[in-house]
């Protein structure tokens, strides 16, 4: 019996051996300087061809431009190899076609990426090894007096959003220089695997966008960005369902994880929902959130679960947002925003520059809204600058939002690290005092409320 699993095994693996591609015998150098895109490609092509497996980068950095996987294929990394993406324009079309997206409806006007899955089934990104985005070539300092304060007008003016306008930042994406929106694109893909990837240097974009897709794992990933550089979300994830977000690391200048329902984008039309989203046992820092639920007009976000989260270093840890139109903005849906049934639980927070939870309603007429309810915080053990922060308009009302034995502890300015003032999103959201107390629908049950003295 042993003697034939032991033949059984050698003949599995004989058969997972005879199904990696290795972009090398399509005339990849895997050196770092020659482009090794049509390889890459060309190896995806032959794997999909032959039923789905794996695509495996080993022992060198291959530079590419945007490639496409393709059913069944898992594009593998080892340890000993990164692919390094390209820092010309020309290998980020604008006019990349998508099955799922209309581009002219996407934020910043394009489906481009480094690593495209389109309408895909059972794909995959793993390995130990490295994509790194090259992001310092599609970026410059910020040509402010004082950066972190003034750029070209006063954080909050009311003035048309560009590509170069981030207020806040150290650095700005250089005009005319496009570099991928995102890093890389999942858009409308069942069954998406992303295990151990270490992402780096994202270009000023997100670092993964997962849009209507379905049964989705990251584990073990690390998306590890400079906080200075603007827009660049760790996992941006838009109208989809059963994901699965765990033992991640994300350092991010934008949102680490966002949960979204925008579903103008789509170029069916149809109103998808966005559900049953986990994110446990991860590891947090943003220069803005880090987590962000919602936007302008986002539809529904409902049944989700956040656990065992250590947040640091963030200018805010849990943003719950319906803002107001802004001219020039690209990015908002098409109907009004339901959240509901959201549980964060077991966070440990610290060194947080805002509010440990700031909730952001705007009363304007553009944005719709049509609840935000059954929503819980319990267990929240909380440094930062200011206490919970819910700021809700007249005309709008939370239901059933409850914090349940949470500590939250309120820290002077000696307590961050020194231009605390001038990370990111910061310098946004302090102005003003906290507002929490008596709001209705809103309950505190069990919680403490403590003031670290100014030394």
């Known amino acids: 019996m042993k003697a034939a699993m032991t033949i059984a095994f050698a003949a599995a693996l004989a058969a997972a051996s005879a199904r990696d591609f290795d972009p090398r015998a399509f005339g990849a150098k895997g050196d770092g300087a020659a482009k090794d895109t049509v390889a890459i490609q060309q190896a995806i092509d032959a794997c999909a061809k032959a039923g789905g497996g794996r695509v495996v980068l080993s022992q060198g950095t291959f530079l590419s431009g945007m490639v496409f996987l393709k059913d069944g294929v898992d594009l593998h990394i080892e340890v000993d190899a990164t692919l390094l993406g390209s820092t010309d324009d020309a290998d980020f079309p604008t006019n990349v076609p998508s099955a799922v997206l209309d581009p002219g409806k996407t934020c910043r006007g394009r489906t481009t990426a480094l690593v495209v899955a389109d309408g895909c089934r059972n794909v995959a990104l793993t390995g130990r090894g490295r994509i790194d985005c090259n992001g310092m070539a599609f970026v410059k300092l910020s040509n402010s007096l004082s950066y972190g304060y003034v750029n070209e007008g006063n954080a909050g003016d009311a003035k048309p959003l560009g590509e170069d306008e981030w207020v806040n930042w150290k650095y700005r994406r250089i005009p005319g220089k496009l570099g991928p929106p995102r890093m890389i694109l999942f858009a409308g893909c069942q069954d998406v695997l992303v295990e151990d990837v270490t992402l780096v240097h994202p270009a000023a974009g997100w670092g993964y966008w997962v849009t209507d897709c379905d049964r989705v794992i990251f584990e073990r990933v690390k998306v590890l960005a400079d906080p200075e550089l603007p827009n660049n979300d760790g ?221």
């Not at 998808?272 to 639920?293: D, F, K």
């Not at 200011?386 to 502890?409: I, N, S, W």
């Not at 990111?424 to 005092?433: F, I, M, S």
């Open 235 to 455: 996992i941006h994830l838009n109208a989809s369902r059963d994901v699965s977000i765990s033992n991640c690391r994300i350092l991010a200048g934008d949102d680490a994880i966002v949960v979204r329902c925008n579903n103008r984008p789509f170029r069916d039309g149809c109103l998808r929902v966005c559900e049953r989203v986990t994110v446990s046992n991860c590891q947090l820092t943003s220069h803005a959130n880090a987590i962000r639920i919602g936007w302008l007009n986002d539809g529904v976000v409902r049944n989700c679960v956040f656990t065992n989260l250590a947040i640091t270093d963030s200018a805010c840890g849990i943003g719950i947002d319906l803002p107001p139109f802004e001219k020039g903005m690209d990015d908002y849906g098409v109907e009004a925003s339901l959240y509901e049934n959201l549980v964060f639980s077991s966070i440990v927070m610290d060194r947080i520059y805002s509010a440990p939870v700031r909730i952001d309603i705007t009363g304007e007429e553009f944005t719709r809204m049509e609840a935000i309810r059954a929503i819980t915080f319990s267990d929240i053990r909380a440094r930062a600058y200011k206490f919970p922060d819910l700021r809700v308009a007249k005309g709008r009302e939370l239901e059933d939002v409850v914090f349940r034995g949470c500590a939250f502890t309120r820290c002077a300015d000696g307590a961050f690290p020194g231009r605390w003032k001038q990370k990111g999103a910061a310098y946004w959201w302090n102005e003003g005092r906290e507002e929490f107390r008596g709001l209705k629908g809103v309950r505190f049950d069990g919680c403490t409320f403590t003031d670290i003295p100014t030394k």
